[in-house]
């Protein structure tokens, strides 16, 4: 009897692989799904395209925000991506042909790009579960991204509840995204900036002029 012919195994969706990543280490991501395409445009289009130099992202996965930013005209060789997974780096080694993608810790993130910036970066942006992490790494990785950036570069992360996932201080603006109602589950930008640097990036942002004390007594999110 002839072997019968072995069928190929589909390959994963992206999902899927977020969920099978997720299921490996559930701390490491925070969620069961990659960011959606409104909320990854969204993040995008803090962007401030008349700036120069780097772009950094943590914590891409497989590449929704990455592939947002390259929708924008941003060129690849200026995207850096940080990822710890060693999966998901090589996915995006694959599927973002040009993009320096490094396999690093991005909580440590000066130690991590240490000889990897050419110049000051233009923004970092983040997909890191921080609420994941105590207040203190928080903070941490906010002052290291803004030592890694120029004047007038914005720090970009998102979250599922309605208060900044980083404690207000005066050492800088925080402003906050309208709901993003078709991301799932319903998501929300924030943007960290040196005082008075640029014109506000979300001037009718819900929760965007809130005093410190108020945003932080709503915190009800787990993730980002």
Avoid: C, H
């Avoid at 060129?75 to 690093?104: C, K, M, Q, W, Y």
């Avoid at 002029?209 to 009800?220: C, D, E, F, H, Y």
């Amino acid at each position: 009897m002839p072997d019968q012919p072995t069928r190929a195994r589909a390959p994963l969706s992206d999902e899927a692989r977020f969920f099978k990543s997720w299921l490996g280490n559930p701390k490491l991501l925070g969620a069961v799904l990659p960011s959606g395409p409104a909320l990854a445009e969204t993040m995008a289009g803090v962007v401030d395209l008349s700036l120069p130099g780097p772009i950094v992202e943590l914590g891409p996965g497989t590449g929704v925000v990455t592939r947002a930013l390259l929708k924008r005209g941003i060129e690849p060789r200026r995207l850096i991506l940080i990822e710890f997974d060693p999966s998901f780096s090589a996915l995006l080694e694959t599927r973002f042909p040009g993009v320096r993608v490094v396999n690093g810790d991005a909580y440590r993130l000066a130690a991590t790009l240490q000889g990897k910036l050419d110049s000051p970066a233009a923004a970092v942006i983040s997909s890191l579960p921080l609420l994941m992490r105590p207040e203190p790494v928080r903070a941490a990785l906010l002052e290291e991204a803004f030592g890694l950036m120029q004047d007038r570069g914005a720090f970009v992360q998102f979250t599922y509840g309605l208060a900044s996932p980083i404690r207000r201080s005066p050492a800088f603006i925080a402003e906050g995204s309208p709901r993003i109602w078709r991301n799932f589950p319903p998501a929300r930008v924030w943007a960290y900036r040196r005082p008075g640097s640029a014109p506000p990036i979300f001037p009718g942002g819900f929760f965007a002029k809130l005093k410190p004390q108020a945003a932080n007594g709503r915190r009800a999110d787990a993730n980002g």
